[in-house]
């Protein structure tokens, strides 16, 4: 474990916020208990950073020389993989195989990025006269992400790796819930010798740390992952400033599955996209649509393969649905699931915690799949974010195009068949900003992410997720040698 220290600005030191305690969901157990950092730790973060981000050492290295950071970091990641995975687990109740995926997932970020680094262009753009013309990319300066608890050491890295490859110096918010493998990021970066002020990470309340991060007039871009209203309220305050912002937010992502769909594979996809990290994920398929002509026979071995998944202890090998990550959230999901049946929805498995002593101390819930409800319903359009699937019937390709857009969100679809001209012409009708076909849930830090409607505004990831981090400035060269005629001056 960390030991209760905050990183302000290359400094490890106690803050001076409210308490934060970290527990195993596993058992409820305590891993640690720190103090957050208070509203005076971050404005002291803030102008350090100021000052590292104006340092010329740093900001006017060159590309290849900042990717060199970005690989020692990479190497830091792999070395110190199965404690991050660890910590990890600790610290939000997943599987250590997921743990210790994301750990090599966060390295791969940094080494994408340093890539890019290495091979990014800047435009010289066409002539319009006698001057050349181009465009450069600078840093923005000081910026700031805020991280969920969900998935906290690649969304770090999502965030950090191209915000220090584009120049930045950078503040770091975790969520509450889980801080700790942060400040393991934030050792291994002060190990690969990032220069003091350029990261800090500041665990702690997001009236005080958070709100601080996105009003200070110093802070020059904030990235954003968490919830939707949330994320309006960040938006909101940003617009107050002008600043740019880049909001992942919520999802009711639809899964489409046609008659003519190579079952075996997609009762698979289905199952991990929406029980995989017990669904606690922006992107999980939550809602279930299936052609009609399969749709009995589809749900009742989807029911039955559900049934056998096995729900336990993170460090166990075996399990696939491990604990949820705090008390709270459990109980927001069994009140859900109350409403769904409320509005006349059937539980066709799940819908409890799971019994048994081993499963006593933690903070349990089954795998639920639910039945017999519009797509009006609340269970049909609101995120519930925990391991909850819906599922109903659909005729034809319009009525599945319909029904997947008839929700706020638009994060992403994922479609079963074996057609692809078919995919195809679902994947361009539904307004998502991700589409799977015949997979689900795999990911490409080449690839851009992010959402549109209520799942949010901007992208990450992929050779733009760098331009998100820099300001674009025009350049123009005179090459006539020639006073501007309009003055009137002769050469």
């Known amino acids: 474990m960390p030991d209760g220290s905050i990183y302000v600005a290359g400094e490890w030191r106690e803050g001076r916020g409210a308490e934060i305690t970290s527990i195993y969901p596993a058992d409820r157990s305590v891993n640690l208990t720190l103090r957050g950092a208070s509203r005076d730790d971050v404005e002291e973060a803030i102008a350090r950073a100021q000052t590292a981000a104006e340092d010329p050492s740093w900001r006017n290295l060159l590309p290849h020389q900042r990717a060199t950071y970005l690989h020692r970091i990479a190497d830091g990641l792999t070395r110190h993989g199965e404690r991050i995975a660890q910590v990890q687990s600790r610290d939000t109740g997943k599987t250590l195989a997921e743990t210790r995926a994301l750990a090599a997932s966060a390295a791969g970020t940094f080494r994408y990025f340093a890539a890019v680094l290495e091979t990014e262009e800047e435009a010289l753009t066409p002539s319009r006269g006698n001057y050349i013309t181009m465009s450069v990319q600078e840093p923005i300066g000081v910026v700031a992400g805020i991280t969920p608890w969900n998935s906290p050491i690649a969304s770090d890295a999502q965030k950090l790796a191209p915000a220090l490859a584009a120049g930045n110096a950078v503040l770091m918010k975790p969520a509450s819930w889980s801080p700790l493998v942060s400040l393991v990021m934030a050792r291994i970066c002060e190990e690969a010798g990032l220069p ?67 079952l075996d594979l997609t009762i698979a996809g289905i199952l991990f996209g929406i029980f995989s990290s017990t669904g606690q994920s922006c992107i999980a398929g939550s809602r279930l649509l299936v052609q009609r002509p399969i749709y009995e026979s589809f749900v009742e071995r989807l029911v039955a393969a559900t049934k056998a998944l096995r729900v336990g202890h993170p460090a166990d090998p075996a399990t696939q649905v491990a604990p949820m990550i705090r008390d709270p959230h459990r109980d927001s999901v069994e009140r859900a699931v109350a409403q769904a049946v409320a509005e006349g929805g059937t539980i066709l498995c799940g819908g409890h915690r799971p019994e048994g002593a081993a499963y006593e101390a933690g903070i349990y819930y089954l795998p639920t799949i639910i039945a017999g409800l519009p797509n009006t319903a609340q269970t049909c359009q609101e995120e519930i974010f925990g391991p909850v699937l819906h599922v109903q019937p659909f005729e034809d390709e319009a009525e599945a195009i319909a029904l997947s857009n008839d929700s706020s969100y638009g994060l992403a679809c994922g479609i079963w068949t074996r057609d692809f001209n078919r995919a195809w012409r679902i994947g361009r009708g539904v307004g998502t900003g991700t589409v799977w076909v015949n997979t689900y849930k795999q990911f490409s830090i080449s690839t851009p992410f992010g959402g549109i409607k209520d799942s949010g505004l901007g992208r990450e990831k992929g050779r733009q997720g760098l331009r998100a981090w820099q300001r674009q400035k025009s350049f123009y060269l005179d090459t006539s040698g020639q006073p501007h005629p309009w003055a009137g001056i002769a050469a």
Do not use: C, N, Q, Y
């Open 196 to 262: 003091p002020g350029l990261l800090s990470v500041l665990p702690g309340r997001g009236e005080e740390v958070g709100d601080t991060l996105v009003t200070h007039p110093a802070i020059g871009k904030v990235s954003f992952t968490g919830g939707t209203e949330v994320g309006r309220g960040i938006a909101r305050k940003a617009a107050e400033k002008l600043m740019p912002v880049s909001l992942e937010l919520g999802g009711k992502s639809p899964t489409i599955v046609f008659a003519d769909a190579d």
